[in-house]
């Protein structure tokens, strides 16, 4: 059996305790330079305005400024490998929505997996997905649309922003659960898919509840249903896709933050707090009520937990829907 002298462990242990004050000491002193938030998508949508409002909510709050540096590219893994790559310090931060937790199942030879190269911090928002249709499709409800594309399988089209999207993979679910076969159509974001569908290129869209309710509102678009387990609070006359007769059916288009794996978990815990104080005030409350997004807040724990289940979901449907990148 192998022994330690006691001097040697006098060292091993007196070494430990200087790493530990150390780290307590960084973690302590947290931030000390401004913070990286990698947003994988281009500018304009809800993901790089929560990078901008946490960034802005460092400043004021500890000194130093969140830098937004927006990544797109390949259905934002350019912006997730880079982030994954980076020093698990805390000073690199990843904003992620639902594709996140699709990507390893739609592009498995990148190699990645969400759950084990970051570190959940805080799931930040939710918001519904809406199916509208073009007014003249002859569809007033799920059901009636159901029956229509039985009908005609492979005639009609649906429009999402890109491969492995919220608005992709709802769509892939929905035709999976009734077993219609609606042909897809990926743009390069969600405007250009939107003015497609009200010009009646093409039939169906499953956006996002804040872009989609503008143009049903003037008329342009038709509401079928929302994909939430429940009503949502921005349309309670539109009924749930599962209540509309595709029972067990939800989606919720989500928002969070991560971080490398790795990162101290003094310092993840010190960002989840900052960022839920962040989502308890008026200011962000409204900001986001005007996009059209729920806060959510909670632990990274919690996080962690619905990123598994939301990983494992989606495997699932994208084996079961043959869903491809296009």
């Known amino acids: 059996m ?6 040697s462990m006098v060292v091993i242990v007196a070494a430990a305790m200087g790493c530990g004050a150390a780290f307590a000491q960084g973690a302590a002193g947290y931030p000390a330079k401004p913070i990286r938030i990698v947003v994988p998508f281009p500018p304009g949508a809800f993901n790089d305005s929560l990078g901008r409002m946490l960034g802005q909510r460092f400043q004021e709050a500890w000194g130093q400024p969140g830098i937004v540096e927006n990544r797109p590219g390949a259905g934002s893994l350019v912006g997730t490998e880079l982030a994954a790559k980076s020093a698990p310090d805390g000073y690199t931060l990843l904003v992620v929505a639902l594709p996140f937790s699709v990507l390893q199942s739609l592009r498995p030879q990148a190699k990645l997996d969400v759950t084990r190269d ?46 492995g999207s919220s608005n992709h993979l709802s769509m892939e679910m929905f035709k999976s659960m009734t077993g219609t076969d609606i042909v897809h159509i990926p743009y390069k974001g969600s405007s250009p898919a939107m003015t497609d569908l009200i010009a009646g290129q093409v039939q169906a869209f499953f956006d996002n509840a804040p872009n989609a309710l503008p143009h049903v509102r003037a008329g342009k678009l038709r509401a079928l249903a929302v994909t939430t387990s429940a009503r949502s609070s921005f349309a309670p006359d539109l009924p749930t896709v599962s209540e509309s007769g595709v029972p067990g059916y939800e989606i919720t288009a989500w928002f969070g933050v991560v971080a490398p794996a790795g990162a101290p978990r003094e310092i993840i815990e010190k960002l989840n707090g900052e960022i839920q104080r962040f989502l308890a005030t008026p200011d962000a409350r409204d900001r986001f009520q005007k996009a059209g997004v729920e806060p959510v807040g909670g632990s990274a724990q919690q996080f962690g937990d619905f990123l598994r289940k939301e990983v494992a979901k989606w495997a699932k449907v994208v084996k079961d829907s043959g869903a491809k990148v296009e």
């Open 2 to 7: 192998n022994r330690i002298g006691f001097s």
């Open 118 to 163: 970051f570190m959940p911090v805080i799931q930040a928002g939710a918001t519904p997905n809406v199916l509208v249709v073009h007014p003249s499709l002859p569809v007033q409800s799920v059901q009636d649309f159901i029956k229509l594309a039985r009908a005609k399988p492979g005639q009609l089209a649906y429009a999402s922003s890109g491969s």
